[in-house]
């Protein structure tokens, strides 16, 4: 795909970030993240599972703390104070209503205008298959926008409805329509990638900081050719208009 990318909106305040695993923020858009939180705008992170079984040699149970803390330090860098966990397993996170549920829930807990999350495609660009942790979680996060708006589907006290979020965008996908310039926040982006320093020296017996910044080099340097030649982070963004919704005219982009 060479079309040049447009300007991710601007125009929000608020923006929750639904994952599966700690660290999928930080390969995909910790960049992005550190560049809104500059910016003022307040960014919170939803993990879907605590990544327990992401670390090679070490017991999910012993994992669990070891991962949340690594995230915390991690989102911090990217200026975000506020990271929540659910316990769905990882490696074994089912799409159906109770993802939907407790993505909706959050939803309406934090109102957010911009909905983050991870490539729900098959595939990452053609070249490697995806893993159902993400496919899952990235679908119902999109799907959880209109439940979450829905005041029939998941009712819960003190929860009401929330049909607020504007933008639903897509980090990593392989169908990239926007971009952040990222000029002034490429370094944040490596240093929150290097915060999962125990995950990092499991999966790689390069030097962590060369494979981190070698890889994000690659990643920035590919969505800037389409952006101007400025470091970015590309995103699949979808528009969310709820009349049109409710009418059965769903408006992408």
């Given at each position: 795909m060479t079309d040049p990318l447009l300007e991710l909106p601007s125009d929000w305040q608020r923006a929750l970030a639904i994952v599966a695993h700690p660290d999928d923020v930080e390969y995909a858009a910790a960049a992005a993240v550190a560049?809104?939180?500059d910016q003022g705008k307040e960014v919170v992170y939803l993990m879907a599972s605590r990544g327990e079984c992401g670390i090679v040699g070490v017991d999910p149970e012993k994992a669990k703390p070891v991962r949340e803390a690594e995230q915390?330090?991690?989102a911090a860098v990217a200026g975000v104070t506020r990271v929540e966990f659910l316990d769905h397993p990882d490696g074994l996170i089912e799409y159906g209503p109770r993802l939907r549920r407790d993505f909706a829930h959050a939803i309406r807990r934090h109102r957010p205008d911009l909905l983050v999350t991870l490539n729900?495609?098959?595939h990452w660009r053609g070249v490697s298959w995806n893993t159902p942790d993400h496919r899952h979680v990235g679908r119902a996060a999109l799907d959880a926008v209109a439940d979450a708006a829905n005041?029939?589907?998941f009712p819960q006290e003190g929860l009401a409805p929330w049909e607020g979020v504007r933008w639903q965008?897509?980090?990593n996908s392989p169908y990239p329509t926007h971009a952040v310039d990222v000029t002034w926040a490429v370094e944040r982006g490596v240093r929150a990638v290097?915060?999962?320093e125990t995950y990092l020296r499991a999966l790689t017996d390069e030097d962590p900081e060369e494979y981190v910044r070698a890889f994000l080099g690659r990643n920035l340097a590919a969505a800037g050719a389409r952006f101007g030649g400025r470091p970015a982070v590309p995103f699949e963004v979808f528009h969310r208009?709820?009349?049109?919704e409710r009418a059965g005219q769903?408006?992408?982009r």
């Open positions: 560049t809104w939180t915390r330090a991690s729900h495609h098959d005041e029939h589907l965008a897509v980090a290097l915060a999962h208009d709820p009349y049109r769903v408006h992408y």
